[in-house]
Protein backbone atom coordinates (compact mmCIF):
# COMPACT_ATOMS: atom_id res chain seq x y z
CA UNK A 1 0.00 0.00 0.00
CA UNK A 2 1.13 3.74 -0.17
CA UNK A 3 0.40 5.31 3.00
CA UNK A 4 1.02 9.26 4.11
CA UNK A 5 1.35 9.41 7.74
CA UNK A 6 0.76 12.90 8.45
CA UNK A 7 1.92 13.97 12.24
CA UNK A 8 2.71 17.59 13.25
CA UNK A 9 5.74 15.94 15.42
CA UNK A 10 8.43 13.63 14.01
CA UNK A 11 11.99 12.79 15.27
CA UNK A 12 14.00 14.52 16.12
CA UNK A 13 13.75 18.15 15.65
CA UNK A 14 10.18 18.39 16.35
CA UNK A 15 10.07 14.78 18.49
CA UNK A 16 8.06 16.41 21.68
CA UNK A 17 6.47 13.61 22.48
CA UNK A 18 4.64 10.21 22.21
CA UNK A 19 3.00 11.49 18.52
CA UNK A 20 6.24 11.60 17.29
CA UNK A 21 7.50 8.42 18.69
CA UNK A 22 4.75 6.33 17.05
CA UNK A 23 4.94 7.92 14.36
CA UNK A 24 8.48 7.26 13.22
CA UNK A 25 7.99 3.28 15.00
CA UNK A 26 5.01 2.80 12.82
CA UNK A 27 7.17 4.17 9.88
CA UNK A 28 9.57 2.07 10.15
CA UNK A 29 7.67 -0.72 11.03
CA UNK A 30 5.38 -0.34 7.64
CA UNK A 31 8.51 -0.22 5.57
CA UNK A 32 9.90 -3.21 6.90
CA UNK A 33 6.32 -4.93 5.85
CA UNK A 34 7.51 -3.37 2.39
CA UNK A 35 4.81 -0.79 2.03
CA UNK A 36 5.43 2.68 0.16
CA UNK A 37 5.53 5.38 3.31
CA UNK A 38 6.17 8.90 3.37
CA UNK A 39 5.56 11.10 6.49
CA UNK A 40 4.32 14.95 6.15
CA UNK A 41 5.36 16.62 9.08
CA UNK A 42 6.34 19.97 10.97
CA UNK A 43 9.51 21.86 10.30
CA UNK A 44 11.44 23.55 13.75
CA UNK A 45 12.90 26.63 11.16
CA UNK A 46 13.39 25.22 7.57
CA UNK A 47 10.98 23.14 5.38
CA UNK A 48 12.50 20.42 3.37
CA UNK A 49 12.03 16.38 1.74
CA UNK A 50 14.81 14.57 3.86
CA UNK A 51 15.12 10.91 3.67
CA UNK A 52 14.58 9.03 7.25
CA UNK A 53 15.97 5.10 6.95
CA UNK A 54 14.14 4.85 3.64
CA UNK A 55 11.02 6.73 4.32
CA UNK A 56 10.62 10.08 2.71
CA UNK A 57 9.96 12.83 5.47
CA UNK A 58 8.64 15.77 4.20
CA UNK A 59 8.63 19.06 6.48
CA UNK A 60 6.87 21.89 6.61
CA UNK A 61 6.32 25.35 8.27
CA UNK A 62 3.37 26.30 9.61
CA UNK A 63 1.22 28.03 6.79
CA UNK A 64 1.98 31.79 6.62
CA UNK A 65 -1.62 33.85 6.13
CA UNK A 66 -1.72 36.62 4.02
CA UNK A 67 -3.56 38.61 6.90
CA UNK A 68 -1.32 36.61 9.18
CA UNK A 69 -4.64 35.78 11.52
CA UNK A 70 -2.94 38.57 13.89
CA UNK A 71 -6.40 39.08 15.70
CA UNK A 72 -7.11 35.17 15.57
CA UNK A 73 -3.90 34.82 17.16
CA UNK A 74 -5.18 36.99 20.07
CA UNK A 75 -8.76 36.03 20.64
CA UNK A 76 -8.00 31.98 19.65
CA UNK A 77 -4.64 31.45 19.70
CA UNK A 78 -4.80 27.65 20.03
CA UNK A 79 -7.68 27.26 17.06
CA UNK A 80 -5.15 29.94 15.39
CA UNK A 81 -2.28 26.99 15.52
CA UNK A 82 -4.39 24.22 14.58
CA UNK A 83 -5.17 26.16 11.28
CA UNK A 84 -1.72 27.28 10.16
CA UNK A 85 -0.47 23.60 11.45
CA UNK A 86 -3.17 21.39 9.56
CA UNK A 87 -3.64 23.70 6.69
CA UNK A 88 0.03 23.65 5.84
CA UNK A 89 0.03 19.85 6.20
CA UNK A 90 -2.86 19.52 4.08
CA UNK A 91 -1.04 21.75 1.33
CA UNK A 92 1.94 19.49 1.32
CA UNK A 93 -0.10 15.73 1.40
CA UNK A 94 -2.45 17.26 -1.66
CA UNK A 95 0.69 18.10 -3.97
CA UNK A 96 1.82 14.64 -3.23
CA UNK A 97 -1.28 12.89 -3.65
CA UNK A 98 -2.01 14.86 -6.86
CA UNK A 99 1.77 13.55 -8.53
CA UNK A 100 0.80 9.96 -7.23
CA UNK A 101 -2.27 9.30 -4.89
CA UNK A 102 -2.05 7.59 -1.67
CA UNK A 103 -4.32 4.51 -0.94
CA UNK A 104 -4.46 5.90 2.86
CA UNK A 105 -3.92 8.71 5.13
CA UNK A 106 -3.22 8.46 8.91
CA UNK A 107 -3.64 10.66 11.29
CA UNK A 108 -3.82 11.91 15.16
CA UNK A 109 -7.05 13.16 16.59
CA UNK A 110 -4.82 15.95 18.31
CA UNK A 111 -5.79 19.24 17.20
CA UNK A 112 -7.05 17.76 14.42
CA UNK A 113 -4.23 17.62 11.59
CA UNK A 114 -6.67 15.15 9.48
CA UNK A 115 -9.40 18.20 9.11
CA UNK A 116 -8.78 18.50 5.50
CA UNK A 117 -7.84 15.19 4.42
CA UNK A 118 -11.90 14.37 6.51
CA UNK A 119 -13.51 17.30 5.08
CA UNK A 120 -12.47 16.68 2.01
CA UNK A 121 -12.58 12.68 1.67
CA UNK A 122 -9.56 12.84 -1.09
CA UNK A 123 -8.30 9.27 0.26
CA UNK A 124 -9.43 6.56 2.83
CA UNK A 125 -8.15 7.91 6.26
CA UNK A 126 -7.23 6.16 10.11
CA UNK A 127 -7.71 8.76 12.28
CA UNK A 128 -5.39 7.62 15.79
CA UNK A 129 -6.45 8.96 19.21
CA UNK A 130 -4.10 10.12 21.39
CA UNK A 131 -5.42 12.03 23.77
CA UNK A 132 -8.55 14.37 22.47
CA UNK A 133 -8.86 18.55 23.37
CA UNK A 134 -12.18 17.63 25.13
CA UNK A 135 -10.35 15.32 27.49
CA UNK A 136 -8.15 18.08 28.19
CA UNK A 137 -11.33 20.30 28.72
CA UNK A 138 -13.18 17.46 31.07
CA UNK A 139 -10.35 17.19 33.26
CA UNK A 140 -8.59 20.75 33.15
CA UNK A 141 -4.90 19.12 31.98
CA UNK A 142 -2.11 21.60 31.27
CA UNK A 143 -4.77 24.29 32.85
CA UNK A 144 -7.52 24.01 29.99
CA UNK A 145 -10.35 25.83 30.40
CA UNK A 146 -13.95 25.82 28.86
CA UNK A 147 -12.99 28.87 26.66
CA UNK A 148 -14.70 29.22 23.08
CA UNK A 149 -10.83 28.87 21.73
CA UNK A 150 -10.28 25.30 23.32
CA UNK A 151 -13.98 24.55 22.86
CA UNK A 152 -13.48 25.48 18.75
CA UNK A 153 -10.02 23.23 18.87
CA UNK A 154 -12.24 20.14 20.84
CA UNK A 155 -15.10 20.70 17.78
CA UNK A 156 -13.08 20.66 14.99
CA UNK A 157 -11.31 17.48 16.48
CA UNK A 158 -14.79 15.92 16.71
CA UNK A 159 -15.87 16.41 13.04
CA UNK A 160 -12.35 14.65 12.09
CA UNK A 161 -12.85 11.90 13.84
CA UNK A 162 -16.50 11.49 12.83
CA UNK A 163 -15.46 11.64 9.64
CA UNK A 164 -13.33 8.95 9.45
CA UNK A 165 -13.19 5.60 7.69
CA UNK A 166 -11.64 3.61 10.73
CA UNK A 167 -11.06 5.69 14.12
CA UNK A 168 -8.19 3.55 16.60
CA UNK A 169 -7.07 3.93 20.01
CA UNK A 170 -3.83 2.47 22.15
CA UNK A 171 -5.85 1.44 24.63
CA UNK A 172 -9.42 0.94 26.01
CA UNK A 173 -9.28 3.44 28.45
CA UNK A 174 -8.91 6.28 25.88
CA UNK A 175 -11.68 4.95 22.95
CA UNK A 176 -14.29 5.01 26.17
CA UNK A 177 -13.51 8.73 26.50
CA UNK A 178 -14.17 9.37 22.49
CA UNK A 179 -16.83 7.08 22.56
CA UNK A 180 -18.70 8.66 24.96
CA UNK A 181 -18.21 12.16 24.13
CA UNK A 182 -18.93 11.15 20.41
CA UNK A 183 -21.87 9.49 21.29
CA UNK A 184 -19.92 6.99 19.12
CA UNK A 185 -20.49 2.47 19.49
CA UNK A 186 -17.46 2.01 21.51
CA UNK A 187 -16.69 -1.35 19.58
CA UNK A 188 -16.33 1.12 16.09
CA UNK A 189 -13.13 1.80 17.91
CA UNK A 190 -10.19 -0.42 16.79
CA UNK A 191 -7.46 -1.04 20.19
CA UNK A 192 -4.37 -1.66 18.54
CA UNK A 193 -1.30 -0.63 20.99
CA UNK A 194 1.47 1.48 20.70
CA UNK A 195 4.73 -0.20 18.97
CA UNK A 196 8.10 -0.21 19.31
CA UNK A 197 11.21 -1.51 17.80
CA UNK A 198 12.38 -4.07 20.40
CA UNK A 199 15.93 -4.32 18.61
CA UNK A 200 16.62 -0.78 19.04
CA UNK A 201 15.20 -0.63 23.00
CA UNK A 202 16.69 -3.83 24.33
CA UNK A 203 18.86 -4.53 27.46
CA UNK A 204 21.94 -5.35 25.61
CA UNK A 205 23.92 -2.28 24.84
CA UNK A 206 25.85 0.81 25.39
CA UNK A 207 24.68 3.22 28.76
CA UNK A 208 24.66 6.30 29.04
CA UNK A 209 25.27 7.29 32.85
CA UNK A 210 28.07 6.20 34.61
CA UNK A 211 27.91 2.90 36.27
CA UNK A 212 27.56 3.54 40.57
CA UNK A 213 26.72 1.84 43.39
CA UNK A 214 23.81 3.36 44.02
CA UNK A 215 20.09 2.33 42.66
CA UNK A 216 18.64 4.95 40.03
CA UNK A 217 15.61 5.40 39.33
CA UNK A 218 14.51 7.11 35.99
CA UNK A 219 11.98 9.79 34.77
CA UNK A 220 11.43 10.26 31.17
CA UNK A 221 8.90 13.02 30.34
CA UNK A 222 7.84 16.80 30.50
CA UNK A 223 7.75 18.51 33.31
CA UNK A 224 4.20 19.05 33.71
CA UNK A 225 1.39 18.67 36.04
CA UNK A 226 0.25 15.62 33.71
CA UNK A 227 3.29 13.86 33.91
CA UNK A 228 2.80 13.68 37.39
CA UNK A 229 6.42 14.86 38.19
CA UNK A 230 5.23 17.14 41.23
CA UNK A 231 3.98 14.12 43.15
CA UNK A 232 7.82 11.93 41.94
CA UNK A 233 9.61 14.70 43.54
CA UNK A 234 7.10 14.89 46.92
CA UNK A 235 8.16 11.47 47.24
CA UNK A 236 11.81 11.21 47.17
CA UNK A 237 12.39 13.00 50.70
CA UNK A 238 10.00 10.16 51.51
CA UNK A 239 12.12 7.47 49.82
CA UNK A 240 15.68 8.98 50.94
CA UNK A 241 14.48 9.17 54.34
CA UNK A 242 14.78 4.94 54.48
CA UNK A 243 16.65 4.38 51.77
CA UNK A 244 19.64 6.56 51.20
CA UNK A 245 21.63 4.63 48.55
CA UNK A 246 19.68 5.79 45.91
CA UNK A 247 19.56 8.43 42.88
CA UNK A 248 17.15 9.97 40.98
CA UNK A 249 17.69 10.93 37.21
CA UNK A 250 14.64 13.26 35.83
CA UNK A 251 15.13 13.57 32.11
CA UNK A 252 12.45 16.29 30.42
CA UNK A 253 11.57 19.70 28.95
CA UNK A 254 11.06 22.34 31.65
CA UNK A 255 7.26 24.30 30.51
CA UNK A 256 5.64 27.10 32.10
CA UNK A 257 3.17 25.54 33.56
CA UNK A 258 3.26 25.81 37.11
CA UNK A 259 1.49 27.91 39.13
CA UNK A 260 1.46 31.66 37.56
CA UNK A 261 2.71 30.24 34.75
CA UNK A 262 6.33 29.88 36.12
CA UNK A 263 9.08 27.34 35.75
CA UNK A 264 8.02 23.50 36.89
CA UNK A 265 11.53 22.91 37.29
CA UNK A 266 12.43 25.68 39.85
CA UNK A 267 9.22 24.74 41.41
CA UNK A 268 10.86 21.18 41.70
CA UNK A 269 14.43 22.40 42.89
CA UNK A 270 12.51 24.68 45.40
CA UNK A 271 10.84 21.50 46.65
CA UNK A 272 13.78 19.38 46.82
CA UNK A 273 16.12 22.20 48.40
CA UNK A 274 13.79 22.52 51.47
CA UNK A 275 13.30 19.04 52.00
CA UNK A 276 17.42 18.87 52.11
CA UNK A 277 17.03 16.18 49.46
CA UNK A 278 18.44 17.89 46.25
CA UNK A 279 21.93 15.82 46.17
CA UNK A 280 20.02 12.72 45.44
CA UNK A 281 18.70 14.10 42.01
CA UNK A 282 20.09 15.26 38.45
CA UNK A 283 18.08 17.13 36.05
CA UNK A 284 19.11 16.74 32.12
CA UNK A 285 16.92 17.97 29.33
CA UNK A 286 14.90 16.10 26.49
CA UNK A 287 17.09 13.44 24.99
CA UNK A 288 16.74 12.60 21.62
CA UNK A 289 15.13 9.19 20.83
CA UNK A 290 17.92 7.40 19.40
CA UNK A 291 20.04 8.10 22.85
CA UNK A 292 16.60 6.52 24.68
CA UNK A 293 17.58 3.13 25.11
CA UNK A 294 21.37 4.23 26.84
CA UNK A 295 19.48 5.81 29.32
CA UNK A 296 16.89 3.17 30.38
CA UNK A 297 19.76 0.40 30.60
CA UNK A 298 21.53 2.95 32.89
CA UNK A 299 18.27 2.86 35.27
CA UNK A 300 17.35 0.16 37.68
CA UNK A 301 13.62 1.22 38.12
CA UNK A 302 11.82 3.11 35.44
CA UNK A 303 8.83 5.53 37.13
CA UNK A 304 5.94 7.05 34.90
CA UNK A 305 3.73 8.83 37.73
CA UNK A 306 1.05 10.45 35.32
CA UNK A 307 -1.88 12.07 36.25
CA UNK A 308 -3.00 10.96 32.98
CA UNK A 309 -1.63 9.23 30.23
CA UNK A 310 -3.29 7.27 26.95
CA UNK A 311 -0.12 5.32 26.84
CA UNK A 312 2.78 6.39 27.67
CA UNK A 313 5.81 5.34 25.48
CA UNK A 314 8.78 5.86 28.46
CA UNK A 315 6.90 2.71 29.98
CA UNK A 316 7.14 0.82 26.83
CA UNK A 317 10.76 1.71 26.38
CA UNK A 318 11.71 0.71 29.73
CA UNK A 319 9.78 -2.71 29.74
CA UNK A 320 11.62 -3.19 26.52
CA UNK A 321 15.16 -2.45 28.15
CA UNK A 322 14.27 -4.76 30.21
CA UNK A 323 13.68 -2.49 33.28
CA UNK A 324 10.69 -2.65 35.86
CA UNK A 325 8.21 0.53 35.65
CA UNK A 326 6.23 2.04 38.39
CA UNK A 327 3.25 3.21 36.51
CA UNK A 328 -0.49 4.73 37.51
CA UNK A 329 -3.79 4.00 36.76
CA UNK A 330 -4.61 6.97 35.32
CA UNK A 331 -5.49 6.33 31.64
CA UNK A 332 -4.12 3.44 29.66
CA UNK A 333 -0.73 2.79 31.52
CA UNK A 334 -2.23 -0.47 33.00
CA UNK A 335 -3.26 -2.06 29.74
CA UNK A 336 0.41 -1.92 28.98
CA UNK A 337 2.29 -2.73 32.48
CA UNK A 338 0.25 -5.16 34.01
CA UNK A 339 0.39 -5.13 38.00
CA UNK A 340 2.99 -7.89 39.38
CA UNK A 341 4.19 -8.80 36.01
CA UNK A 342 6.17 -5.84 34.63
CA UNK A 343 5.74 -3.65 36.78
CA UNK A 344 3.34 -2.14 39.28
CA UNK A 345 0.53 0.25 39.10
CA UNK A 346 -0.38 2.66 41.38
CA UNK A 347 -3.23 5.55 41.79
CA UNK A 348 -2.44 8.46 40.63
CA UNK A 349 -1.57 11.86 42.72
CA UNK A 350 -0.06 9.69 45.33
CA UNK A 351 3.05 10.54 46.86
CA UNK A 352 3.26 8.23 49.24
CA UNK A 353 2.25 5.48 47.17
CA UNK A 354 4.64 6.25 45.08
CA UNK A 355 7.54 6.47 47.73
CA UNK A 356 6.26 3.01 48.72
CA UNK A 357 5.98 1.59 45.36
CA UNK A 358 9.70 2.90 45.08
CA UNK A 359 10.40 1.34 48.35
CA UNK A 360 9.19 -2.17 47.71
CA UNK A 361 11.56 -2.64 44.77
CA UNK A 362 14.53 -0.82 45.88
CA UNK A 363 14.92 -3.22 49.01
CA UNK A 364 13.86 -6.37 47.33
CA UNK A 365 16.58 -7.30 44.14
CA UNK A 366 14.91 -10.34 43.39
CA UNK A 367 11.01 -8.90 42.66
CA UNK A 368 13.23 -6.11 40.25
CA UNK A 369 15.15 -8.79 38.67
CA UNK A 370 11.90 -10.87 38.23
CA UNK A 371 9.89 -7.97 36.71
CA UNK A 372 12.90 -6.79 34.63
CA UNK A 373 12.37 -10.45 32.91
CA UNK A 374 8.60 -9.99 32.26
CA UNK A 375 8.63 -6.71 31.43
CA UNK A 376 11.28 -7.30 28.24
CA UNK A 377 9.31 -10.42 27.31
CA UNK A 378 6.13 -8.72 27.44
CA UNK A 379 7.52 -5.96 25.00
CA UNK A 380 8.48 -8.55 22.60
CA UNK A 381 5.79 -10.42 22.50
CA UNK A 382 3.27 -7.88 22.53
CA UNK A 383 4.28 -4.14 21.26
CA UNK A 384 7.28 -5.02 19.00
CA UNK A 385 6.61 -2.63 15.50
CA UNK A 386 6.21 -5.18 12.80
CA UNK A 387 3.44 -6.62 14.68
CA UNK A 388 1.50 -3.58 14.96
CA UNK A 389 1.86 -2.10 11.65
CA UNK A 390 0.86 -5.46 10.57
CA UNK A 391 -2.88 -4.87 12.42
CA UNK A 392 -2.65 -1.50 11.36
CA UNK A 393 -2.53 -2.37 7.86
CA UNK A 394 -5.99 -4.72 8.40
CA UNK A 395 -7.36 -1.23 9.50
CA UNK A 396 -6.50 0.43 6.24
CA UNK A 397 -7.44 -2.11 4.09
CA UNK A 398 -10.99 -1.31 6.08
CA UNK A 399 -10.61 2.30 6.03
CA UNK A 400 -10.02 1.57 1.94
CA UNK A 401 -13.42 -0.50 1.68
CA UNK A 402 -15.40 2.15 3.88
CA UNK A 403 -13.95 4.86 1.92
CA UNK A 404 -15.20 2.88 -1.70
CA UNK A 405 -18.33 2.80 -0.40
CA UNK A 406 -18.88 6.21 1.40
CA UNK A 407 -16.46 8.82 -0.29
CA UNK A 408 -19.69 10.48 -1.52
CA UNK A 409 -20.44 11.96 2.10
CA UNK A 410 -17.58 14.63 1.45
CA UNK A 411 -18.33 17.84 3.42
CA UNK A 412 -16.05 19.54 0.71
CA UNK A 413 -17.59 19.12 -2.80
CA UNK A 414 -14.86 20.61 -4.73
CA UNK A 415 -11.95 19.36 -6.07
CA UNK A 416 -9.80 18.75 -3.35
CA UNK A 417 -6.46 21.17 -5.22
CA UNK A 418 -8.39 24.02 -4.49
CA UNK A 419 -9.09 23.39 -0.64
CA UNK A 420 -6.08 25.10 0.45
CA UNK A 421 -7.25 28.76 -1.56
CA UNK A 422 -10.43 28.28 0.06
CA UNK A 423 -9.27 27.89 3.36
CA UNK A 424 -6.99 30.94 3.14
CA UNK A 425 -9.76 33.23 1.77
CA UNK A 426 -12.31 31.92 4.33
CA UNK A 427 -10.18 32.66 7.25
CA UNK A 428 -8.40 35.63 6.08
CA UNK A 429 -11.63 37.35 5.76
CA UNK A 430 -12.61 36.23 9.57
CA UNK A 431 -9.11 37.85 10.62
CA UNK A 432 -10.05 41.46 8.54
CA UNK A 433 -13.61 41.51 10.05
CA UNK A 434 -12.26 40.89 13.51
CA UNK A 435 -9.51 43.40 13.12
CA UNK A 436 -11.73 45.91 12.17
CA UNK A 437 -14.33 45.53 14.62
CA UNK A 438 -11.51 45.74 17.12
CA UNK A 439 -10.18 49.14 15.54
CA UNK A 440 -13.51 50.59 15.48
CA UNK A 441 -14.19 49.73 18.78
CA UNK A 442 -11.35 49.91 20.88
CA UNK A 443 -9.41 53.13 21.26
CA UNK A 444 -6.45 51.19 22.62
CA UNK A 445 -6.34 48.53 20.09
CA UNK A 446 -5.92 51.56 17.29
CA UNK A 447 -2.89 53.04 19.35
CA UNK A 448 -1.50 49.17 18.79
CA UNK A 449 -2.50 49.04 15.53
CA UNK A 450 -0.41 52.45 14.35
CA UNK A 451 2.76 51.76 16.80
CA UNK A 452 3.27 47.69 15.42
CA UNK A 453 2.44 49.33 11.53
CA UNK A 454 5.37 52.31 12.62
CA UNK A 455 8.03 49.78 13.38
CA UNK A 456 7.10 47.29 10.60
CA UNK A 457 7.13 49.93 8.43
CA UNK A 458 8.41 53.17 8.99
CA UNK A 459 8.60 55.37 5.69
CA UNK A 460 5.17 53.92 4.85
CA UNK A 461 3.78 54.82 8.20
CA UNK A 462 5.10 58.33 7.78
CA UNK A 463 3.72 58.49 4.13
CA UNK A 464 0.51 57.75 5.20
CA UNK A 465 0.09 60.12 7.62
CA UNK A 466 1.44 62.92 6.19
CA UNK A 467 -1.11 61.72 3.09
CA UNK A 468 -3.99 61.78 5.98
CA UNK A 469 -2.61 65.59 6.94
CA UNK A 470 -2.73 66.87 3.46
CA UNK A 471 -5.69 65.49 2.25
CA UNK A 472 -7.19 66.91 5.09
CA UNK A 473 -5.55 70.42 5.32
CA UNK A 474 -6.93 70.46 1.41
CA UNK A 475 -10.49 69.42 1.95
CA UNK A 476 -10.66 71.87 5.24
CA UNK A 477 -10.62 74.79 2.35
CA UNK A 478 -12.93 72.90 -0.08
CA UNK A 479 -10.62 71.27 -2.20
CA UNK A 480 -12.58 68.06 -3.98
CA UNK A 481 -10.86 64.64 -4.19
CA UNK A 482 -10.34 65.05 -7.97
CA UNK A 483 -9.07 68.55 -7.63
CA UNK A 484 -6.38 67.31 -5.57
CA UNK A 485 -2.83 68.66 -6.03
CA UNK A 486 -0.40 66.56 -8.21
CA UNK A 487 1.92 66.00 -5.24
CA UNK A 488 -0.44 64.90 -3.27
CA UNK A 489 -1.89 62.16 -5.58
CA UNK A 490 1.37 61.11 -6.52
CA UNK A 491 2.14 60.71 -3.15
CA UNK A 492 -1.15 58.29 -2.60
CA UNK A 493 -0.21 56.16 -5.73
CA UNK A 494 2.84 55.55 -4.38
CA UNK A 495 1.26 54.67 -0.88
CA UNK A 496 -0.95 51.85 -2.82
CA UNK A 497 1.84 50.78 -4.99
CA UNK A 498 3.78 49.78 -1.34
CA UNK A 499 0.94 47.91 0.24
CA UNK A 500 0.60 45.79 -3.11
CA UNK A 501 4.25 44.87 -2.89
CA UNK A 502 3.77 44.24 1.00
CA UNK A 503 0.90 41.87 -0.13
CA UNK A 504 2.58 40.36 -2.64
CA UNK A 505 5.68 39.81 -1.25
CA UNK A 506 4.04 38.28 1.74
CA UNK A 507 1.99 35.74 -0.88
CA UNK A 508 5.22 34.79 -2.90
CA UNK A 509 7.02 34.20 0.27
CA UNK A 510 3.67 32.13 1.37
CA UNK A 511 3.98 30.34 -1.81
CA UNK A 512 7.62 29.68 -1.22
CA UNK A 513 7.40 27.81 1.74
Not at 26 to 36: R, T, Y
Request: charged residues 25%.
Amino acid sequence: MRICLISREYPPETGFGGIATFTRHLAMGLKALGHDVEVVCLAKEVARSLDDDGVPVHRVLPFAFKSKLACVDRCMPYSKYLICASTALWHKFAELHDQKPFDVVDSPELLAEGIMPAITRAAPLVIRLYTPHSKFIAEKLHNVSASFDHQNVAMIERIAMLQADVITSPSTDLAQFVANDLNFPLENIAIVQNPLDTSVFCPEGEKALPPTDKLRVVFVGRLEERKGITYLVEAIPKVVSQFKNVEFVIIGDDTATAHGGTSVLAQLKDILKRSGSEGHVTFIDRIALSDLPKYYRSADISIVPSVYDNSPYTALEAMSCGRPVIGTSGGGTKEYVLHGTSGLIIEPRDSEAIAAALLSLLTDEKERQRLSERARKRAVEAFDHKAIAAQTVKLYEQAASHFAATYKRSLYRHDFRRTTQDAVTYLDALDKSLYDLLYQQSFRFRLSHWWHFLKARPRLFLGKVAHRFLRTLYKSVGTKDDRMPAYVQKLESSIRAKEVDSREGELAGRTDK
